[in-house]
């Protein structure tokens, strides 16, 4: 089988293809036909070093995969062979909060860095580790859905989003634009910033009520707060982390809440302390979700047929391109590669 591998070293110079033995389900174990990957930004950290930078070479990267099960091993009760599945991204998190005492492990058992990532042709996993595909997705679709959507989906519920609350998302990538899709879905008002008066578009006609250029509006925490009669957002999905994290505080309702789930622009910020004080402001940093949240979160996309936006699907062979054009920030929602 077919394997896209970081050779020796990191960098998206080093990926390579390569031809390995297929692997075979052991004990709780079962064998996944991978058709379709999503890729993260993450996984450009990853394949940087700037995640991980320990990782034994070779190594398999990416993290999201949608296919189907081809065998399962002894003692398989969820599946069958013929069943679709999509992975999911924490392992060894199965169900209930982010615990203190697992998140060690929960962290240790991460796909695509540490453990090995999910761009061959076939993979095993525990029977654990994987959910059914929701029937009416494509394997393109599906793909997309372990960290991106999970991720938007825990972020809205965590501060229990309500019909008629204002929520403010940064950017047109994945975690924001299925932040779109659940919370006009949960009946919730949505302002949307980009660089892009062609991507704000796009957020329009998915159902996006204000749009804000961030380069032509710079101080945008005004321009929230005055479409929202002063108050601000009710709930911020912070996505730049450095750059943006003050912005969205000045731009919270008070009592409001900030989901922090990325760090776009960088790692360290200087925070602006009194404004949080005086917003009296609910702050929670999310790390994607558990296993039970993901049904749950299929249960929701299914019952409301939502579709996950993929802006275009590469081939394996061009996996460096579709990595190039996610770090320049060119996709609006996913980007998805697929096998020659």
């Known amino acids: 089988m077919k394997s896209i591998q970081l050779r020796d070293s990191f960098g998206i110079d080093s990926l390579a293809a390569v031809d390995q033995p297929q692997p075979a389900p052991g004990p709780s174990e079962i064998l996944i036909k991978v058709n379709a990957a999503s890729l993260n930004y993450r996984d450009l950290l990853v394949i940087d070093g700037t995640f991980f930078p320990d990782l034994p070479f070779p190594f398999v990267p990416i993290s999201d995969a949608a296919g189907q099960i081809q065998e399962v091993g002894p003692g398989v009760t969820r599946f069958n062979p013929g069943d679709r599945a999509t992975t999911h991204f924490i392992q060894d998190w199965e169900d209930g909060p982010f615990s203190p005492a697992a998140s060690v492990g929960y962290l240790a058992s991460t796909l695509g860095g540490p453990r090995p990532g999910i761009l061959s042709g076939y993979i095993v996993l525990p029977e654990t580790g994987v959910v059914p595909t929701p029937a009416y997705l494509s394997d393109e679709e599906a793909a997309t859905l ?76 005004q321009t929230v707060k005055a479409a929202t009669d002063g108050l601000g957002a009710d709930y911020v999905i912070d996505v730049g982390g450095q750059e943006t994290l003050n912005q969205s505080i000045k731009a919270l309702k008070p009592g409001g809440f900030i989901a922090v789930v990325g760090m776009l622009t960088g790692i360290e910020c200087k925070f602006d302390v009194l404004t949080f004080l005086l917003r009296n402001a609910r702050l929670e940093g999310i790390t994607v979700g558990s296993r039970q949240s993901f049904e749950e979160m299929n249960a929701f996309l299914g019952e409301h047929q939502l579709h996950p936006v993929v802006d275009a699907v590469f081939p394996w062979s061009r996996t460096a391109e579709a990595l190039l054009e996610l770090k320049a920030g060119k996709h609006f929602g996913k980007l998805v590669l697929r096998p020659d």
Do not use: C, H
């Open 146 to 221: 372990p960290i991106a959507a999970l991720t938007a989906w825990k972020s809205l519920r965590s501060g229990s989003l309500q019909a008629g609350q204002t929520v403010l998302l940064q950017g047109t990538g994945g975690v924001s634009i299925f932040a779109l899709q659940f919370a006009k879905a949960l009946g919730a008002r949505v302002i949307i910033t980009s660089s892009s008066d062609e991507k704000l578009k796009r957020a329009a006609k998915l159902g996006a009520d204000v749009m804000v250029n961030y380069n032509t509006d710079p101080e945008w925490w």
